[in-house]
């Protein structure tokens, strides 16, 4: 599949890229938001796109042309106020289902936030970011796509095991981006994870084996 990476600046979308582009099943397009980031993707072999979530649902369409799957690990980062978490995380992410419908694209994984989907579970300091990845996932959920929703835990900069807990529900737990990543790609193509949201953290298991369990 040629996968459009929506967030190929992020934190895990940095991992992502290099997955899709040296995968033998897919190829990638990368979208960010800043023409000196799509430059320094190009300079490494990456075909790159510049199209702000923060503009028009069409924008978005052109940079998904002749695209297969959307892969969503966009965020407004902790750095921004209320107001970017709303037009990136939330809008943002309704723009690119949005777009992806408009397109014809039937898969769609969304990277999210552990227990997004239960209230009771959120972190008070993060009750606006939690907020938005909740409604963005509805929408993902009631639109016509083959969804993936994937909802990691705390996000480390550490060193990927390859080896994860997934559940429907789980505690609170960490794990590293770089799994997050590989359980991102591995998703594209595995029909346990079709149509379904899951939370995910460091385990014990490989993380096919752990996908294909659900």
């Known amino acids: 599949m040629k996968v459009l990476l929506i967030g190929a600046n992020g ?11 040296n995968s033998k099943e897919h190829s990638i397009r990368a979208m960010v938001r800043k023409e000196e980031q799509a430059e320094k993707l190009r300079d490494n072999g990456v075909e790159a796109v510049v199209a702000s979530l923060e503009g028009t649902v069409d924008e978005i ?5 002749d695209c297969d799957a959307f892969i969503f690990s966009a965020g407004s980062g902790g750095s921004t106020g209320e107001d970017k978490t709303l037009l990136v995380d939330l809008d ?3 723009k690119s289902i949005e777009a992806a419908e408009k397109l014809g694209i039937e898969r769609f994984v969304m990277v999210s936030a552990l227990q997004a989907h239960h209230r009771e579970n959120w972190n008070g300091n993060l009750l606006p970011y939690y907020v938005a990845k909740h409604y963005a996932d509805k929408v993902l959920e009631s639109s016509s796509l083959n969804y993936t929703i994937v909802r990691p835990g705390g996000l480390l900069n550490d060193a990927g095991t390859g080896k994860v807990k ?11 981006r770089e799994d997050v990543a590989k359980t991102v790609v591995t998703a594209l193509t595995e029909e346990a994870t079709f149509k379904r ?3 995910l953290i ?8 752990a996908l294909r369990s659900l």
């Open 11 to 21: 934190g895990v979308g940095q991992h992502i890229v290099p997955l899709l582009q």
């Open 61 to 65: 369409v052109e940079a998904g042309k």
């Open 92 to 94: 943002g992410a309704g």
């Open 166 to 176: 997934v559940s429907e529900n789980l505690e609170r737990g960490s794990i590293p």
């Open 197 to 199: 949201g899951f939370d």
């Open 202 to 209: 460091s385990g014990e298991q490989d993380i096919s084996e």
